[in-house]
């Protein structure tokens, strides 16, 4: 009985491992095919923003960036169709193993049947037949050989059956067999093209660059340019955002200074009313002796003494040294906007990211770090710019070179949309999470628009990635 269990256990285990196993190998397939026809359309994506920058007379880090792009794109596309072959491959030899068994089998059942078929031939007489049930020593013994005879010619029957079954299937893995092979060469095929595609991009890549590292002194120029006007803005948002400071804190002073001077009124009151009573009391005496009548004692009120301040209710430490959070509105707002980290919609409805956040190398001269507040978004040419969150428009200006620059608050952070060509909102609005504030600029250069997101925590500089949605 022990050595039964295990085998018993395993011929339960082995058909839902191999389950398992195609499952997975399904969800793998499922998950290639996903990630090819994404990379497809980001390709086709690159392809159109190429075309908008080859309008442009001359070469464009936007054409630069798209071309680098397309090369990272395709170099993953043609790494998904390499994975794509070597399931097919996989399927190929499971296909190739399966139809040498099933030939083994369709070969032993042929044996067998033709085995039973010379059998049956030299006892093939009725005669023969009958003989061997009536020469039977007992009535039980008969039946069991009419039964035994019964039971031959159904094994012949599903004999007969299973080589016609397994015929079928044999036949069938076959022609899957040369599906998968068909298949195979038409991804091996797409895959050479991709590297030839490959190859073109690249080529076109080397040749666009060279043209502009001839453009040097041009480039370093708007290099150093573009650190100016962003220096500009980020000194105008902490110029904001200072400000906003300095008013919660003056605010916050002022309800510290009414509450206490409202308490100290109260105590004065209370102080007065006091004296009153006491010299109530005092006068009644003073009647009373003279007219020689006792005086009921009244009740003196004690002192009044200065009301204890208020506990305030707890606060987590980080929150309570915030005063951009001294509001309960503020720190609700800060909250939800926290809440929505990796969540927040993306300023416009189209569009990708073309420079990130941080320092990072130059396109073309990658000996120059170049540093970024925020990240840069190519978009339709005067497309919207919405806002990302509900908040208050803290300050809508115009500043050289980066076009209009608006800054939203939302408690204790600001949002900063960067180089808008127009603005449909002003100082002191109230905004909604999608609401169109503005439209976006346009890069002559690259034929393209363009927007800049910052956001900031206080003083401190956020990367928009982690904050807004992954598209």
Do not use: C
Request: glycine residues 4%; charged residues 35%.
């Amino acid at each position: 009985m022990k050595k039964i269990i295990p085998f018993v256990l395993m011929l339960w285990l082995v058909p839902a491992m191999l389950a398992a196993q195609n499952n997975g190998q399904q969800q793998s397939r499922e998950e290639l095919e996903r990630r090819k026809r994404e990379l497809q359309k980001e390709i086709d994506d690159a392809n159109e923003q190429l075309k908008e920058t080859k309008k442009s007379t001359r070469e464009s880090l936007g054409q630069l960036r798209a071309l680098r792009d397309k090369i990272t794109l395709r170099s993953r596309l043609i790494n998904n169709i390499n994975e794509e072959i070597n399931f097919i491959n996989g399927d190929i030899n499971t296909a190739m193993r399966d139809v040498k068994t099933l030939q083994k089998d369709l070969d032993t059942l042929k044996a067998q049947y033709a085995q039973l078929v010379v059998y049956a031939y030299k006892n093939r007489s009725s005669y023969d037949m009958m003989n061997f049930v009536f020469s039977a020593q007992s009535f039980n013994d008969a039946v069991k050989r009419f039964q035994y005879l019964k039971q031959y010619r159904e094994y012949r029957r599903r004999q007969a059956d299973n080589i016609v079954t397994t015929q079928e299937q044999l036949n069938h893995k076959i022609q899957n067999l040369e599906n998968q092979r068909v298949k195979r060469s038409d991804v091996l095929k797409t895959e050479q093209d991709q590297r030839a595609t490959l190859e073109e991009d690249k080529k076109e890549k080397d040749e666009v660059l060279s043209k502009l590292k001839g453009r040097e002194k041009e480039l370093v120029a708007d290099i150093n340019q573009r650190n100016k006007d962003a220096q500009k803005v980020q000194a105008a948002i902490r110029a904001v955002i200072r400000r906003e400071i300095e008013e919660a804190r003056r605010k916050a002073i002022e309800e510290e200074a009414a509450r206490r001077k409202a308490a100290e009124e109260k105590r004065r009151r209370d102080e007065e009313v006091r004296k009153a009573a006491l010299a109530a009391a005092e006068k009644a005496k003073a009647d009373a002796a003279a007219a020689n009548k006792p005086v009921p004692e009244k009740p003196v009120p004690p002192p009044v003494k200065p009301p204890e301040p208020t506990p305030e209710p707890e606060k987590p430490a980080a929150r309570t040294e915030n005063v951009l959070e001294a509001t309960p509105e503020a720190l609700a707002l800060s909250e939800s906007f926290e809440a929505n980290r990796g969540k927040l919609p993306w300023p416009v409805d189209a569009g990708n990211i073309i420079e990130h956040f941080g320092i990072h190398q130059h396109a073309v001269m990658e000996h120059i770090q170049v540093p970024s507040d925020g990240i840069v978004i190519a978009t339709n040419k005067g497309g919207a710019v919405k806002s990302i969150f509900d908040g208050e428009v803290k300050s809508v200006v115009v500043m050289p070179g980066s076009g209009y620059v608006i800054i939203i608050r939302h408690g204790q952070y600001f949002t900063t949309y960067v180089r808008l060509q127009t603005t449909k909102v002003k100082k002191g609005d109230m905004v909604k999470t999608g609401q169109v504030i503005g439209t976006a600029s346009t890069n002559d250069i690259e034929n393209t628009g363009e927007v800049e997101l910052q956001i900031w925590k206080g003083i401190n500089k956020q990367n928009p990635e982690q904050w807004i949605r992954r598209r």
